[in-house]
């Protein structure tokens, strides 16, 4: 199939998204990543939605 990039500035999901959204995501070139569920999950889940693209990472989640 054919593959798509485009544009947006701020790309915001959960880790459970961003794995079963994968190619949307990278094809997003999102600059800004947001990743709710941030005090739960692994650094290297992160990890896999950054992208060369990516400007900040901000992180929301419960430090207790």
Known sequence: GEERTFQM???GCTT???A???SYLRAALP???LV???GEILESHVLTALGEETRRLI???DHK
């Open 9 to 11: 500035d701020i790309f």
């Open 16 to 18: 459970t998204a961003a």
């Open 20 to 22: 079963k959204y994968s």
């Open 31 to 33: 600059e800004v990543v």
């Open 36 to 38: 709710e569920e941030a």
């Open 59 to 61: 992180l929301i989640g």
